[in-house]
């Protein structure tokens, strides 16, 4: 065998955040599972850093059929109407996991679980812990996974998935070492999260980079809508090195006004009805218009504020936003924050089934890695809520698979060897593609698109995608494999924005006229793989 070491069982889950955790302890009722974390199981992805919160429908007044019908105004009708009636049904039900397993959420003076407001939703629906939602759920997630017999893996690379004819039946990693280690599994589930780390300024962590994107893409698998970027509205600008970093939905869902350097609440421009809480579509590119047209700060953002708030409502409901800007020199309890928009999510990815199956037989997918679930734009707190939901469905569709016999073909291995050994001895610092690639994807697909700059955006990357990356140790050979995924996942999203001549949710084409709105749209999802790309039409079809 061609690799340092071989691990064999039942369900490989690659991925540590929400959906891949919740997929490992389901997984482990059925069979050995394993569970990879390029990072630390807990600590790294986008889970623990989601603020806002989760929704689901627990009061009376609100009904699963509204929050169905917010999701796919929402997500401009894009979404696959019965993986969003799944989410909304059983949302309810995972929350229900959680809080039995030990999750402090806030709670009301009745004893019922706390619910705020959120963007493009007729009812406080957002379920809560403070603005630290994310890092709660994982910390629970975390002590569950625990108690099963699942083996996790931390800091090990997943390079490339392992297929026996058009079935995937495991991975190829680097351990922190760089060495190679086979897994193979009767099934495997990508949870690996998003990818929005192709662009300049972003709210992902280190590990957001679309490899599974990638992956799924070199393996034979379908991608839908990969040109459906969410970028989210209010992301920090200064200091420099913050960039990006996430000023929480939840801000704006406590009160907080956007106004411009002319003290304007230009929100009644863009969206009067709804305001602040608009959709994140329509906020975000209210907030670049007007920096555009000259209303931005020097820093070039425009301005949130919450100092009409109470002092009690800033420390007890957003302390981690208090202590962040602080860290800033800000006190957001008497002076504003300065913020623009920041790419955030991916809308799209694998083609899934409500089981979280993909187009491959043994790969499923779940969270931000699958698409479908958001169509054209997501909604602030569904994203918490998909992770338990697919998360649970694709671990459990995992482990009720049949186990069967796994033949490696030693030439995909040798392939491997090939392509890392030609690291070893490149000539390019993969920081410096990472860079070029990333100021490339701000510039030319950003919030705003035209046939031109996709195209020159796309000889870009193909550029930077046929350079000689180089590994200056054994260590360093994941970055190399990292900064290639990066390349082939930008890719992807320019290739599907360039299939969609329209406008919708959060891809915007201001090179074509358009007459209609979302609702009435003649197009479907974009698709590509390996085999076909294009666009379907309303019914489906392409």
């Known amino acids: 065998m061609l690799a340092d070491e071989v691990v064999d069982c039942h369900v490989l889950v690659i991925g540590s955040g929400g959906a891949g955790v919740r997929a490992a302890i389901e997984a482990s009722q059925y069979g050995d599972t394993v569970l990879i974390s390029k990072t630390i199981v807990g600590k790294g992805g986008c889970t623990p850093m989601a603020e806002g919160g989760y929704n689901a429908v627990l009061r009376e007044e609100d009904s699963c059929g509204i929050h169905y019908e917010d999701t796919m105004k929402g997500g401009a009708y894009l979404n696959d109407p019965e993986l969003v009636n799944i989410l909304v049904k059983e949302a309810p039900l995972r929350m229900g996991d959680l809080v039995k397993w030990g999750a402090v959420f806030d709670f009301t003076d009745s004893d019922e679980v706390a619910q705020r407001p959120f963007g493009g939703q007729r009812f406080p629906r957002t379920c809560y812990a403070g603005d630290r939602t994310g890092h709660e759920m994982m910390t629970t997630l975390v002590e569950r996974l625990d108690a099963t017999k699942v083996t996790t893996l931390q800091e090990v690379t997943v390079i490339d998935l392992l297929k026996d004819g058009e079935a995937v039946i495991g991975a190829m990693a680097l351990d922190e070492k760089g060495g190679l280690v086979l897994f193979k599994a009767d099934s495997t589930v990508l949870a690996t999260g998003g990818g929005t780390k192709v662009y300049d300024i972003s709210t992902n962590s280190s590990s957001g980079t679309g490899d599974g994107f990638a992956m799924g893409y070199r393996s034979g698998a379908e991608l839908i809508d990969m040109e459906m970027v969410q970028f989210h509205p209010t992301g920090a600008v200064s200091p420099y090195d913050a960039r990006g970093r996430l000023v929480t939905e939840a801000v704006r869902g406590e009160g907080g006004i956007l106004l ?228 082939l996942t930008a890719s992807l999203i320019c290739r599907s924005a360039l299939q969609r001549k329209e406008s919708r949710g959060a891809h915007v084409r201001t090179d074509i006229p358009q007459s209609y709105d979302a609702e009435h749209s003649p197009f479907g999802h974009t698709f590509i793989s390996q085999s076909r790309e294009g666009i379907e039409n309303r019914e489906g079809i392409a």
């Open 260 to 487: 411009n350097t002319k003290g304007e609440r230009f929100m009644k421009n863009y969206d009067p009805g709804r305001m602040e809480l608009s959709t994140r579509d329509i906020v975000a590119r209210a907030i670049a218009t007007e920096i555009v047209q000259g209303r931005g700060t020097e820093h070039g953002g425009v301005y949130l504020d919450v100092t009409h708030l109470p002092r009690e409502q800033v420390e007890t409901r957003l302390p981690v936003m208090l202590e962040q800007f602080l860290k800033f020199g800000v006190d957001i309890r008497t002076e504003p924050m300065e913020v623009a928009p920041t790419a955030h999510h991916i809308m799209g990815g694998l083609r899934i089934t409500p089981e979280g199956r993909t187009t491959l037989p043994g790969l499923f997918a779940c969270g931000e890695v699958a698409g479908g679930v958001h169509g054209a734009n997501r909604l602030g707190g569904n994203s918490l809520a998909d992770t338990q939901v697919f998360g649970k469905r694709a671990g459990e569709a995992a482990g009720r698979s049949e186990k069967r016999e796994k033949t490696v073909d030693l030439r995909q291995v040798e392939t491997q060897q090939v392509r890392l050994a030609g690291f070893l001895s490149g000539n390019t610092n993969p920081a410096l593609v990472r860079r070029e690639l990333q100021l490339a994807m701000w510039q030319g697909a950003g919030i705003f698109r035209n046939a031109g700059d996709l195209d020159k955006t796309l000889r870009t990357i193909r550029q930077l995608s046929a350079v000689n990356l180089r590994a200056a140790s054994l260590r360093n050979l994941a970055e190399c494999c990292i900064v290639q995924n990066m390349c």
